[in-house]
């Protein structure tokens, strides 16, 4: 039972891992019931999800909008920088 416990409840230093990854590359199908499970119960990470999101949307519109792109190649590029930088912390 401890071990159940353990694989499908997360602590919130965990959650909000998570959180960015599933922002930044996505999560696994355990990763994903894992973190709603925590987020049903965890309303300071469902906060931080909320607030993450905020900032996700904000740093991509004010990118668009600096860098007048015609066309999502640009942002592709930029999202894949982004993602590279967060995989080599």
């Known amino acids: 039972m401890q071990n159940i416990k353990n694989s499908l409840f997360l602590s919130c230093l965990k959650a909000t891992g998570f959180i960015e990854k599933k922002q930044a590359i996505g999560l696994t199908f355990k990763e994903e019931l894992q973190l709603k499970i925590h987020l049903s119960m965890c309303k300071v990470c469902s906060s931080y999800e909320h607030q993450s999101r905020a900032i996700e949307d904000g740093i991509v519109k004010n990118y668009k909008k600096k860098n007048k792109l015609e066309n999502d190649e640009n942002l ?11 995989k080599n912390l």
């Open 76 to 86: 592709d590029q930029f999202e894949k920088e982004i993602i590279e930088k967060i």
